[in-house]
């Protein structure tokens, strides 16, 4: 692979590292530093002429910030004469706001694919989107990798029966769904009803947890008030244990307290987005590595092999 060069920001060193070591191919040499009020700068230390670029970030907190470095990072790699600018993207952040969903607001998860397209990359990977459709918001070509391979061979390891696959809220069912006939389990939903951004209450469960361990999937964990929420009405319906597994970790204001203080037993998360501190700390808390899958995905896309068969 003489011809590709990995390099990686600020935002997530740890998974970029495991990246690089599956690659068996050191990161690039890049500095990403700070001017003195603040402005972030950029310089590539190698030369990068007619080479394929893989440029790993993933858009998490601090979100504005790692998504400028991204930017100018991409930015560099074109005025310095990349033949090709992959952005490799583990958390693509903004997802959420993928629509109007009332007057006079932004489609800003629109937006940023502008910003990346206009600053010249060429395609993009990132993981588990939170509305597939973002995919169809680029002219550039976007593969969408899934964790559920690395979290369902979890779910085998730890809890190879009585499982009950609960979608926490109707958004989620098609996912639920597809783990659920994977792990040859049952399915339940929770009828949730959102009263404002980040606070949910649940009201009801559809299925059966009876006596049952009770896996919850989510993409994504924020402020934990859907997960906690859920969790507790599986609970009260009989369910003997309640594990949940997301691919991003957000993790924002009170999710740790919440989770805590909540009847889940575990919340197990992949890597796309570092733990906080306080995060690490909180003994429900566990981490999957997707490392792995991201690598093969680059390693495909560098060969213009497929990568149909890294999803489940």
């Given amino acids: 692979m003489k011809g590709l060069s990995i390099f990686a920001g600020n935002s997530n060193p740890v998974l970029s590292d495991m990246i690089s070591g599956y690659l068996a191919k050191p990161l690039g040499r890049l500095k990403v530093d700070r001017f003195s009020d603040g402005e972030t700068q950029v310089e590539i230390q190698e030369n990068v002429r007619k080479?394929?670029?893989?440029?790993?970030?993933?858009?998490?907190?601090?979100?504005?910030?790692?998504?400028?470095?991204?930017?100018?990072?991409?930015?560099?790699?074109?005025?310095?004469?990349?033949?090709?600018?992959?952005?490799?993207?583990?958390?693509?952040?903004?997802?959420?706001?993928?629509?109007?969903?009332?007057?006079?607001?932004?489609?800003?998860?629109?937006?940023?694919?502008?910003?990346?397209?206009?600053?010249?990359?060429?395609?993009?990977?990132?993981?588990?989107?939170?509305?597939?459709?973002?995919?169809?918001?680029f002219n550039c070509p976007v593969d969408n990798l899934y964790a559920a391979p690395v979290i369902i061979d979890d779910i085998k390891t730890r809890y190879p029966e009585n499982l009950v696959v609960v979608s926490p809220d109707a958004g989620g069912v098609e996912r639920a769904r597809a783990y659920a006939k994977r792990l040859n389990a049952g399915l339940a939903i929770v009828d949730k009803r959102r009263s404002a951004p980040n606070k949910a209450k649940a009201m009801a469960i559809i299925g059966d947890v009876q006596d049952k361990i009770a896996i919850v999937i989510d993409d994504m964990v924020d402020t934990a008030g859907t997960l906690t929420e859920a969790a507790s009405v599986i609970v009260d319906n009989g369910a003997n244990a309640v594990h949940a597994y997301c691919t991003h970790p957000v993790l924002s204001g009170p999710a740790i307290d919440r989770i805590n203080k909540s009847s889940l037993s575990s919340l197990v998360a992949t890597d796309t987005i570092p733990l906080s501190e306080e995060a690490k700390l909180c003994g429900k808390i566990e981490t999957l590595s997707i490392a792995k899958l991201v690598g093969e995905a680059i390693v495909r896309s560098y060969r213009g092999d497929s990568v149909n068969s890294l999803f489940v």
């Fill in 51 to 137: 080479q394929e670029i893989f440029v790993i970030q993933s858009t998490c907190n601090p979100v504005n910030d790692n998504l400028v470095e991204l930017l100018l990072m991409i930015d560099a790699f074109k005025r310095s004469s990349a033949s090709r600018i992959t952005a490799v993207i583990p958390y693509f952040g903004y997802s959420r706001q993928d629509k109007k969903v009332s007057p006079r607001v932004p489609i800003s998860a629109k937006l940023v694919a502008d910003l990346l397209e206009n600053t010249g990359v060429h395609r993009v990977i990132t993981m588990d989107l939170h509305a597939g459709q973002i995919q169809g918001f």
